[in-house]
């Protein structure tokens, strides 16, 4: 099946088709080479899923094979077969009915397939999510059993920490079909506005999270983050790494703002954050996934 970048989907799965796809990339058999993980992306809040294609693609040009995973709400939802304006009501639909459960049992489906393969090929298993997919991500890190934890988590701008002003979101949860307009610049939205209910489901996560014990947490983990990240303020990120006493690589980025790059908490793609800034958060995350014991907090 063929998805918004070209790439398309390989690899039989053994999870409901409209929650995710697994990447290929044509290599000569010069280029073949063992393969050295499988990395199962997930986005962000109201983020089309196959926006993370970019990142996606990286990874397989690192020899990784890739599942993208698309959370209620985020990407194609029925049949492709059905009309443009049916797929997008049937993504409003399911965005605005989801919860954090539901985010949590479709991430469950999805990685048990990834984990299955990682198996298989005796490689580990890397999570990579940005912003709600991060957060996501390391509440199913505290709620799964050992068998079936990633074996590395990178995390780009995650939602464990958030603006003050989010909070002012929280009152509005009577009204759960009220649609806020989203952040996201046009080209990546999932959808024109988001619910109340998903940023009630956001934040049940962000809750049980910051209620859990983090002390014992062993897995690798990356964060990046620019400094001036609108959404997940830098400083209280490293509040919250020294506060859990969590062993975390985190990496600060310094974006330049100009053009069409407005926003720093966006940073999933070269057009997001711009070529200079993408070679070296791909550099970091090669160098985290060949060395991922080593530490810079």
Known sequence: MANDSGITSANPASFPEHLGAWLNRQESAKEKAPPQGVALLVHGLNLYSPRMDALGEWFLSQHFEVLRVSLSGHGPTVAPSLDTGQLEKDRREAFGSTSA???????????????ERADQLGVPLVYVGFSLGGLVGTVFQLRSAPTHRFDRLVLLAPAIVMTSWAN??????????????AFTP???????????????????????????????????????SDVHDEM??????????????LDWTLYPLHQKLG??????????????????IWRRMTAQILSFLQNPNASST
Do not use: C
């Open 232 to 245: 997940v303020p830098f400083q209280r990120l490293t509040e919250f790494l020294a506060e859990h006493q």
């Open 168 to 181: 002012l979101l929280r009152p509005l949860k009577p009204f759960p079909k009220l649609g806020i307009p």
């Open 259 to 276: 053009g069409k790059r407005r926003h720093y908490h966006l940073m999933i793609d070269p057009e997001s954050v711009g070529e200079t």
């Open 101 to 115: 459960p539901t985010w949590l049992d479709e991430l469950d489906q999805v990685s048990a397939a990834a984990r």
């Open 186 to 224: 046009g080209q990546y939205k999932a959808n024109r506005t988001t619910p109340i209910q998903a940023y009630h489901a956001m934040f049940a996560l962000y809750d049980e999270l910051h209620r859990s014990d983090l002390k014992e947490w062993s897995t690798p983990t990356l964060v990046l």
